[in-house]
């Protein structure tokens, strides 16, 4: 029920406002607020397969998005740290489970995780957020964050695209491969831990 009502609001605000629905949804997306970018590229590119939309600026759009919303979420980092977040992260559906795992993979691969968490969910929402707590690099944050946000948002636009008024159907697909890559993430995790603490 709520990803129906969720997947109609993302339809009409981006139907509403165009090119930049989709970079104001992006955005929320990387600023660790709970709106899936699964279902907002793959109804662009429909929309760009109705030529409605340009397929590449759909793309560019998106990834400009998810740059701008990890800015938004670098900050709230550095400036107000692990005590903001664990206070008012509950407000936006943050809990203590997602920064721990998002400081994990930062403090694991460091430059790599700003760029390859781009292709996992979870830790692609808020992986700004241990990066800002870390104080690191923000041009290297920009940068990588932008370049490696592209080939997620063309190639979720391209799969709306390709698949036209079907395009729904890869929603149920991304829920289960989102819940797989989690559950592979945390599995992996808990090895290193228990070899590093052995």
């Known amino acids: 029920m709520i990803a129906e009502l969720l997947s109609w609001y993302i339809t009409q605000f981006i139907s509403s406002i165009g090119y930049a629905g ?74 203590h489970h997602h920064v721990q795992l998002a400081e994990t993979w930062f403090t694991k691969h460091g430059d790599k995780a700003v760029f390859f968490s781009r292709f996992l969910p979870v830790v692609r929402t808020f992986i700004s957020l241990p990066a800002g707590i870390g104080k690191y690099d923000f041009r290297k944050l920009v940068i990588y964050s932008f370049i490696g946000s592209i080939p997620w948002t063309f190639a979720l636009a391209y799969i709306g695209f390709s698949l036209g008024p079907y395009w729904t159907g890869i929603i149920s697909f991304f829920d289960k491969l989102d819940i797989l890559i989690v559950v592979v993430i945390v599995a992996v995790t808990i090895y290193f831990w228990k070899i590093k603490k052995s």
């Open 22 to 95: 989709v970079f104001i949804l992006m955005a929320m997306e990387s600023a660790a607020l709970p709106m899936p970018s699964e279902i907002v590229m793959p109804f662009a590119g429909y929309l760009a397969y109705q030529g409605i939309f340009n397929i590449y600026l759909i793309g560019l759009i998106g990834a400009l998005g998810c740059m701008a919303g990890s800015i938004v979420s670098y900050y709230i980092g550095l400036k107000g740290g692990r005590p903001f977040i664990d206070k008012y992260g509950k407000y936006i559906m943050l809990n």
